[in-house]
């Protein structure tokens, strides 16, 4: 969504709002998302998920103008891509049925008139008349109980997408999403708005403070004057914030960004799920178009307007530059941890430090076949070493013994030529431990 007089569509759809390109890559992220979602919780074993709920509660009219003619909104875009999913998976899976319901919200009632309008154009007509999509006028806030007890009442999975202009969704909302266990969401953290409010921490401004339990946050906000620590330091309170007050395990961002300079606001996914995070490490590194530890030295994937993938013919050295960076420093990640808590499974490996990367399973698959292939690691599978290229969630993953023991932060940074052009060849964040516990262990096997 965005300000009232850029962002507005009348109930016959005659006047539709323009599409920014920065709102295109946001539906991008999340159309991808909500296809892998439905083919990973659906295509898992012979069974898969049988019910999934989906809110969408900023929804909008539905429609925007484009250059090249109209561009579906993301409650459109959110129909089709479980559809697709669901094809997908019916694919190897003929007789999977799905229970897919759809709960749409916006406080305008030509906005949500609107929508009804599209939705009928779009061919979703029957979801209207079977109840299976429900289109609901007044704030999400307001809707937010009903929303959750319709998620109770169901049952399975549930996907919460919250795109508001403003800092309209708070700690206290995440939690209670969160708290029906199988649900995430991915919302719209508008930084620039933030920012204002943070320049003036008055009076009339403490209710926003209590409201979004955030008093005890940003407190040192003034003491960041080089621009590019400020920009790193918003993002790791926003999710010290999330991860703390509303209680969330897992957390992701993707930065927008209108220039080459600044975060013009972030698109937020949280979970209690590792499985979860991964399906949304894969759809944000198909949409990034910035180059590792971009401008302000943070570990961060995200798109810059000025750089629109379509037209930027240099997008694909940048993702080979970053996947050889990333699996760099993956790599000595993952040897530290070995190096500090000993032999470990896989699962618990990857569980315990994927907050402190932007890595996708795959990247973390190549960092220990590298480290393998240097001799610096060995993978033990059902009490027998291993030279298999697809680590699995139980293999073992130690030290080689042979090793003499080495100072990380020193000797293993300063490895010999040949070691470090091996890695080069081989084809973003504060630290964060998370230990993980069983359960969680558990849905990784997803």
């Known amino acids: 969504m965005s300000k009232e007089n850029n962002c507005y569509w009348s109930a016959d759809g005659s006047h539709l709002p323009n599409v920014h390109a920065h709102t295109k890559v946001k539906h ?21 998920a049988k019910t999934v709920t989906l809110i969408d509660g900023f929804c909008g009219g539905g429609m925007y103008k484009d250059a090249d003619g109209l561009w579906e909104g993301s409650s459109i875009r959110m129909l089709q891509k479980v559809q697709e999913g669901l094809d997908n998976v019916r694919l190897r899976k003929p007789w999977h049925e799905l229970d897919a319901e759809f709960i749409f919200i916006d406080n305008k009632k030509a906005h949500t008139k609107c929508l009804e309008l599209q939705l009928k154009d779009a061919g979703f007509e029957h979801l209207l008349v079977n109840g299976k999509c429900k289109i609901l006028t007044g704030r999400f806030e307001k809707h937010l109980e009903y929303c959750l007890n319709r998620v109770k009442e169901r049952g399975g999975y549930s996907f919460f997408f919250l795109d508001p202009f403003g800092l309209d969704i708070s700690p206290s909302i995440v939690r209670e999403i969160l708290r029906l266990g199988r649900s995430e969401v991915l919302f719209n953290h508008m930084l620039s708005g933030l920012v204002r409010i943070l320049k003036r ?26 621009f590019r620590l400020k920009q790193a330091y918003l993002r790791n309170e926003a999710l010290n914030i999330f991860r703390t007050e509303g209680e969330a395990k897992f ?30 490490r894969n759809t944000t590194w ?26 930027n013919l240099t997008i694909y050295n940048i993702e080979e ?13 993952l040897m530290e941890f070995i190096t500090e808590e000993g032999d470990t499974a896989f699962n618990k490996l990857y569980c315990s430090t994927i907050q402190e ?3 996708t399973k795959q990247l973390y698959f190549q960092a220990i076949n590298l480290l393998q292939d240097e001799g610096d690691l060995i993978a033990f599978r059902e009490g027998k070493h291993t030279d298999s290229r697809r680590i699995e969630n139980k293999d073992i993953i ?7 023991t080495f100072l990380l932060d020193n000797q293993y940074k ?33």
């Open 251 to 280: 957390a992701h961002t993707f930065a927008l960004m209108s220039n080459p300079k600044s975060v013009l606001y972030y698109l937020i996914h949280l979970s209690g799920n590792p499985t979860a995070l991964s399906v949304m």
């Open 201 to 226: 921490r008055e009076d009339r401004y403490k209710n926003f403070f209590e409201d979004f339990e955030a008093d005890e946050y940003y407190r040192d906000i003034a003491d960041q004057d080089d």
């Open 398 to 404: 130690k030290r080689a013994r042979f090793k003499q």
């Open 286 to 311: 198909l949409q990034n178009n910035l180059e590792y530890q971009f401008h302000y030295g943070v570990y961060g994937l995200g798109y810059r307007t000025l750089d629109d993938i379509a037209n």
């Open 357 to 359: 990367n932007p890595a």
């Open 414 to 446: 300063q490895k010999s030529a040949k070691q470090k052009k091996s890695r080069v060849n081989s084809q973003k964040s504060e630290k964060v431990i998370v230990i993980p516990d069983q359960e969680q262990l558990k849905l990784l096997d997803l």
């Open 321 to 333: 530059q970053n996947v050889r960076l990333c699996v760099d420093r993956l790599a000595n990640q």
């Open 28 to 48: 991008r992220v999340l159309e991808n998302y909500v296809q892998n979602w439905i083919e990973t919780l659906t295509g898992h074993g012979a069974h898969g």
